[in-house]
T-cell receptor, first 117, second 117 residues
Framework: AQKVTQAQTEISVVEKEDVTLDCVYE???????LFWYKQPPSGELVFLIR??????QNEISGRYSWNFQKSTSSFNFTITASQVVDSAVYFCALSDIYTGANSKLTFGKGITLSVRP | GAVVSQHPSRVICKSGTSVKIECRSL??????MFWYRQFPKQSLMLMATSNEGSKATYEQGVEKDKFLINHASLTLSTLTVTSAHPEDSSFYICSAELRGVGYNEQFFGPGTRLTVL
């Protein structure tokens, strides 16, 4: 069974601080995908990144960066120089590889990030 | 591209009534759509997988007679909450699956907030 653990439930930082959101996953599959989504107060899920299990390279996109470590089954997300607009709930998710059927997503419980001015 | 809409965005109804929520893929065909439920401050829980032209597959613990799913076309899936009660109040999110080479991508709708009085 697949499982995603986001141990942090709420994080509060002051604007311009860096913040790291942790994600640990469990799967028996050797091939899988990992995701991060942002859910602002409006409720709509915003896709941030998808990472294939074969690609362990870290990724940077503007103020966002992701650290994928297969050895520790972690896929952590760092926001550099946080801004008030980053305040949202962030979900890490895991999906098995396309098998010709459906690719189900398993979500973590989410981390509520509050960035104070 | 890959836009998914949901209608209505918000609905308030009396206990005992039935409510229909529509999920549409606007610019692609989706053989498969997913329905999630999210209670306040909780994660997204997959309720069912909707396949065009066939019966939906429900997750364990989800009452199929309570949550009727119809996927009559490649761009539309509907979720009907029958005889709704206050405990059914929740945020319902659908996603539509875009099939690609090697991986099927899920695109999420903006969600429907259901309040049952």
């Amino acid at each position: 069974a697949q499982k995603v653990t986001q141990a942090q439930t709420e994080i509060s930082v002051v604007e311009k601080e860096d913040v790291t959101l942790d994600c640990v996953y469990e799967t028996r599959d050797t091939t899988y995908y990992l995701f991060w989504y942002k859910q602002p107060p409006s409720g709509e899920l915003v896709f941030l990144i998808r990472r294939n299990s074969f690609d362990e390279q870290n990724e940077i996109s503007g103020r966002y960066s992701w650290n994928f470590q297969k050895s520790t089954s972690s896929f952590n997300f760092t926001i550099t120089a946080s801004q008030v607009v980053d305040s949202a709930v962030y979900f890490c998710a895991l999906s098995d590889i396309y098998t010709g059927a459906n690719s189900k997503l398993t979500f973590g419980k989410g981390i509520t990030l509050s960035v104070r001015p | 591209g890959a836009v998914v809409s949901q209608h209505p965005s918000r609905v308030i109804c009396k206990s005992g009534t039935s409510v229909k929520i529509e999920c549409r893929s606007l610019d692609f065909q989706a053989t498969t759509m997913f329905w999630y439920r999210q209670f306040p401050k909780q994660s997204l829980m997959l309720m069912a997988t909707s396949n065009e032209g066939s019966k939906a597959t429900y997750e364990q613990g989800v009452e199929k007679d309570k949550f009727l799913i119809n996927h009559a076309s490649l761009t539309l899936s509907t979720l009907t909450v029958t005889s709704a009660h206050p405990e059914d109040s929740s945020f319902y999110i659908c996603s539509a699956e875009l099939r690609g080479v090697g991986y099927n991508e899920q695109f999420f709708g903006p969600g429907t907030r259901l309040t049952v009085l």
